[in-house]
């Protein structure tokens, strides 16, 4: 039996996404079949279609999806059939560095950045051709094969669209607070750029029980929506960064203790670092495009005692930490739903692409 499924496909990076009927192979040892209920839309899709980041192709896109495990190969013992599911875009190899150290977030053989199945197989097959799948799990597809490892069960009663994002976003930046920056309770934390990510840093700073979080964003809306999850107070920014720095200052006795970027331009990190009052740390959290460099005065960083930390994926241990937010969810500690403003259809991908060129809406998620 050949299963078809429909999937946004990436030919060509630069160029725009298409949705097509491709075969999906069936799960074998150590792989599982998901039927996909939600996918968010997260910029490093966007960084991908734009040619910002160097990927293989062709490629079905997508890597912040959750769904209902539908069939499992042999030997596969968890996750189960039936379970609801949360997809981790990153696999550790668990012998390198980092994952003999138990970093295993940072690992950079992770099999997920090739694109393929664990054995360089690939889940999706269009004429004689395979097609990869995006970090090892191509979630912009009606169904996936994916490793059994990169299927995280959830408790019951989790919306799967929430589902979807703790795969990405909320991971990421609730991560990147409480594990990368070990934000301590009263703290003042700043976060500029207010999408999935950025709004989930305002949530995991609330969860640390930061006193002061000021939100930065430059559409207006967003600071609404931050304002709704936690934040105490907003910023709107324009490009003038030596006035928000400035602003930034005053609002918190001379700059915040944690300043969170989560764009990944230059320019704001930049703004992040500038920002920083004596002993304070700028955590990066945005990815530029490739080869993006950004400068510092290096004088008073150092002798202030300053910080710059670098977070991949929040720190992420998906098997404890996907179910422990997940709870989070479900106890409306962490009110993600807040951060759903479009639910689109496979096919409206482009134009959610489009609209996040623009800074509309904060997560657009595909349901299936
Ligand atoms: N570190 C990681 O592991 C990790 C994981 C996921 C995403 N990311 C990266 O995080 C970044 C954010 O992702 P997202 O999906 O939340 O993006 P997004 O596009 O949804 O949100 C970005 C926000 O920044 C705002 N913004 C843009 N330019 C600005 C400026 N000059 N000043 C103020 N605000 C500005 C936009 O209005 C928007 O609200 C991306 O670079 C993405 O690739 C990193
Ligand atoms: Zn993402
Ligand atoms: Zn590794």
Redesign the pocket.
Known sequence: MTTVVRAVVLEEVGRPAVVRELELIEPRAGEVRVRMLASGV???D??VRDGEWDRPTPIVMGHEGAGIVEAVGPGVTTPRVGQLVALSWLIPCGVCRSCRRGQVWACPDSPSYRHTLLDGEMAFREASRGVRSYCAIGTMAEMSVVPAGAAIPLPDGVDPAAAALIG??VT?GVG?VLKTANVPAGSSVAV???????LSCVMGAVVAGASQIVA????AS?LDVARSVGSTDALL?D?DAAATVEALRELTDGGPDFVFE????S??VELAIAALPVGGTAVL????PLGERASFDVYPFVDGSRRILG????FAEPALDFPLYATWVAEGRLPVDRLIDRRIALDDIEDAFAA?RL?QF??QVITF
Not at 285 to 288: D, F, K, P
Request: charged share 15%; with cysteine.
């Open positions: 997260c910029h490093s966007l960084h990405c976003c990421t990147a500029i750029g207010l999408g999935g990510v950025g930065i964003d430059r559409v967003k920014a490009d989560a764009i990944g331009r320019s704001t959290v945005g990815m530029t977070s991949n994926y929040g996040m800074g904060v997560r």
